[in-house]
């Protein structure tokens, strides 16, 4: 009699399988993919949920397993959950149920366990390695009391099935009729299969106990051994140690109460003959000349008492005497050296403590809908607008931000494997989105030629240099490097539209991202941003939209795709999904998370077509991964940042004044400063001195270009300096185009600028791995910052 090949579920496993669970009266059973691992029961609608959602879970060990008929059972936890699920024959129904009963009894026990355990467990352990080998030793032992705990349920599932066994077998002797004979057949042998399963699960129990006894008695014995030869090392240690620190307070007190005729001669002539003249220390002179034979080594005294403290020599010439390792010489020396009072880490250069508060935001009340209702279809940085829209920082300090979580490229730097690296790579794009959740205030718009620098070599390895290239269309050039072989660029240029209800917001332009030790060049464009409720409602931020992140030299690709939000849909709001494959095509890592909050990645182990349809009729590919892992989390912010226009602990010190900048720098623009520090009525009065100075530079710039062009190319330049004058003076009388498309980019990139404006610390080049034209970082900017020569930049605040 042939039987459905299925896993048998042995004590300790995880048991997956499919099973139908009761949804509805309309749906009714639908079939769903459940898996059994350390006590809980969790289900998805497939298999390639398993990575990232989880449809919902029962806990075991307070749950009532109840069998309805041959295929039917109930799982129930005392009200808050039940599931009606079914098999899809006797022998499946039972399987789970033998396995269900394994995970609840050993769920039960290890409840038990851990609230016996609170009350012993909480003395500290001795030391670190003591206490690790003692939770090694307490966790086997739970282990293998565990498996004998299994065996006991097995034990009592197969006198249970046994006796059921023999009840069938003498119904089938007392059987006379035909028809009822072969329905006794099918029963004993159902129950005799049950059997079988039972008996191999307690085979599998028994296997596995004797294969961890086996493993771990070798291993108890050789911890044991080594616990012993480790106490006998840590006395004879402590002894020493006892004998050098009463050594050293005798040459301690010598060395302070002697007067300097006497003292100084026995610290200068080293190996001489003990100066005599203190009776006190007669008895003792042998031990005392042992200790301080070698006195300007071992201790320091200097004349403030704070720098009262063994030095690094100290330590160390402690170590050579008492024979330690190498090991513990160097930890020591390492402790040492790590204090921030010892004479020798005083040589560091400290670091520098920046800001973590700003002042709160005021809060003005300002009618929005007066200043916006004449510049709905206009472009965003058309439209003259108040401070009050705005938070103290410019679009270059922004632009920064996104090294807020640089670590990642840190460790994308580290990677050998390329689809690795670029799962990090993956990882930085979306973290870049965090800070934005509540972000809704609008960002200075850089004057042309206003530059940014973030300088973090100290603390965390990386320089950046922002510079704002052109002011039509506005465009912010980028440049990053980090000593841990990474290199960041960028060119962003906003096209902004407002809609009435919300504000879109679509960067153009490429990121490029370089590694020094693999030359793996990566490069990825932006989402568009939405700022929704602009009229009426609270304002919230949504970013939507996909990424395709190219990997130039060896052709891998990763494809995220940002979920709009949406009332109905039952997916986590801010979603982010995405595949990693190779240029083949094959996918090797599946992403997801949320780009406010974390992203993790699962490696595929098996993709193939299958599952629920998509939304175009399309099937999609179901992945079978592995357990996902933890690529980045968003670190929290601030405390009181709803007042402080929540900004992270990065863009809190972004604005802090800081010596030695550009005088371009955005942190020397006044209305920026005003703002920050609640003077927003003069912010605004500044900011429009600001722009009408910025009109008059270009107007006095764009002369200068007619006056060198040529006849023909005079009438072919359009004056858009006074197209801005006029916006400023009259924005509903201008109809301006608002769509930056690739047509009018290109024109702009291709022809130059129209006044001539070269920027100072970029150059516009074609990328090599694109083709597009960008800008690039020249250099000579740290330079200039080292010598303090600011003589070339323009005069722009």
């Known amino acids: 009699m042939s039987e459905p090949k299925a896993p048998i579920p042995a004590p300790g496993d995880t048991y997956k399988g499919w099973l139908f669970k009761w949804t509805n009266y309309i749906k009714g059973y639908q079939r769903r993919w459940f898996v059994l691992s350390n006590g809980l029961l969790s289900y998805y609608r497939t298999q390639a949920e398993m990575g990232h959602t989880c449809r919902g879970t029962i806990n075991l060990a307070t749950a009532n397993i109840a069998v309805e008929d041959s295929c039917n059972f109930v799982i129930s936890n005392g009200g808050t959950q039940t599931y009606h699920l079914k098999a899809s024959s006797e022998v499946e129904r039972q399987r789970w149920i033998t396995a269900l009963e394994l995970a609840k009894a050993k769920a039960f026990r290890m409840q038990a366990e851990s609230d016996d355990s609170g009350d012993e467990s909480s ?129 301690f007190r010598g060395a302070t109460v002697l007067p300097p005729s006497q003292s100084n001669p026995a610290i200068d002539n080293k190996g001489s003959a003990p ?78 403590k920046r800001r973590t508060r700003i002042p709160d935001k005021p809060n003005y009340s300002l009618n929005l809908w007066s200043i916006m209702k004449n510049c709905i279809g206009k472009e965003l940085s058309k439209i003259p607008m108040p401070v009050n829209f705005n938070e103290p920082l410019s679009m270059l300090q922004r632009l920064s931000e996104d090294l807020e979580y640089y670590e990642l490229l840190d460790r994308a730097a580290k990677c050998h494997n390329s689809l690795e690296q670029m ?209 980045w989390k968003k670190t929290p912010l601030p405390d009181g940042a709803e007042n402080m226009y929540y900004f992270s602990t990065l863009a809190l010190t972004l604005n802090e004044p800081e010596e030695g900048v550009a005088p371009t720098d955005s942190r020397r623009r006044p209305d920026q400063r005003l703002m920050e520090q609640g003077r927003w009525e003069e912010a605004n009065a500044e900011k429009q001195r600001l722009e009408e100075k ?23 330049e359009p004056a858009d300096g006074a197209e801005e004058v006029e916006i400023a003076s009259e924005p509903s009388e201008t109809n301006y185009k608002t769509d930056m498309d690739e047509t009018s980019s290109d024109l702009s990139l291709s022809s130059g600028h129209q006044d001539n404006y070269k920027a100072m610390w970029f150059e516009r080049r074609v990328d090599p791995a694109t083709g597009e034209p960008t800008h690039i970082y020249t250099g000579g900017y740290w330079e200039a910052k080292e010598q303090g020569n600011w003589d070339s930049c323009p005069d722009i605040f």
């Open 123 to 251: 003395p500290p352990a001795a030391g670190q390695g003591g206490g690790s080998r003692n939770s090694e030793v307490q966790s086997t032992l739970r282990t293998l009391g565990s498996k004998v705990e299994d065996l006991s349920t097995c034990n009592d599932l197969i006198a249970k099935h046994g006796s059921a066994l023999q009840r069938s077998l003498s119904e089938l002797e007392g059987v006379r009729l035909e028809g009822q004979t072969s329905e006794k057949i099918r029963q004993v042998t159902e129950r005799a299969t049950l059997f079988r399963i039972t008996s191999n699960a307690m085979i599998n129990a028994c296997r596995d106990f004797l294969s961890l006894a086996q493993a771990h008695s070798k291993r108890w014995q050789k911890a044991l051994q080594a616990e012993r030869e480790q106490r006998v090392r840590l006395e004879e240690t402590l002894e020493q140690l006892a004998k050098q620190h009463n050594h050293l307070e005798r040459a």
């Open 275 to 352: 100066v005599k003249g203190d009776a006190s220390d007669e008895d003792d002179e042998n031990e005392f000349f042992d200790a301080c034979e070698d006195v300007q080594e071992f201790i320091t005294v200097p004349a403030d008492p704070k720098y009262h403290r063994r030095s690094g020599s100290n330590v160390s010439g402690i170590s050579s005497e008492m024979g330690m390792d190498d090991g513990t010489a160097s930890l020591d020396e390492q402790s040492v050296a790590s204090n921030p009072e010892s004479p020798q880490s005083q040589e560091v250069v400290p670091m520098r």
């Open 423 to 631: 799962c990090y790579v993956a990882a930085f794009t979306v973290s870049s989105y965090s800070t934005t959740v509540h972000r809704t205030g609008k960002p200075f718009n850089p004057l042309l030629g206003e530059t940014f620098e973030l300088d973090r070599a100290q603390e965390s390895g990386y320089r950046s240099l922002c510079e704002q290239v052109s002011h039509h269309p506005p465009a912010a050039a980028h440049h990053a490097i980090s000593e841990r072989g990474w290199t960041l660029r960028q060119e962003i240029a906003l096209a902004s539209k407002f809609r009435g209800k919300y504000l879109s917001i679509m960067p153009l332009g490429s990121i490029h991202c370089i590694f020094e030790k693999s030359n793996n060049h990566y490069s990825w464009k932006k989402v568009t941003t939405t700022v929704h409720n602009i009229i009426v409602g609270k304002l919230w931020i949504d970013q939507s939209g996909e990424i395709d992140i190219v990997n130039h030299r060896t052709g891998d690709r990763c494809h995220l795709k940002f979920a709009p939000y949406s009332y109905f849909s039952r997916d986590v709001a801010r979603k982010v999904t995405g595949v990693v494959t190779d240029k083949e095509g094959k996918a090797h890592y599946v992403l997801s998370g949320t780009w406010d909050e974390k992203m993790e990645y699962s490696r595929v182990m098996q993709s193939s077509r299958g599952g629920e349809n998509g939304a175009e009729g399309r099937q999609k590919t179901v992945y079978q991964t592995l357990k996902a892992k933890e690529l």
């Open 694 to 716: 910025q009109r008059t530079v270009r107007r006095e710039r764009e002369r200068e270009a007619n006056r060198s062009a040529s006849p023909s190319e005079e009438g072919k």
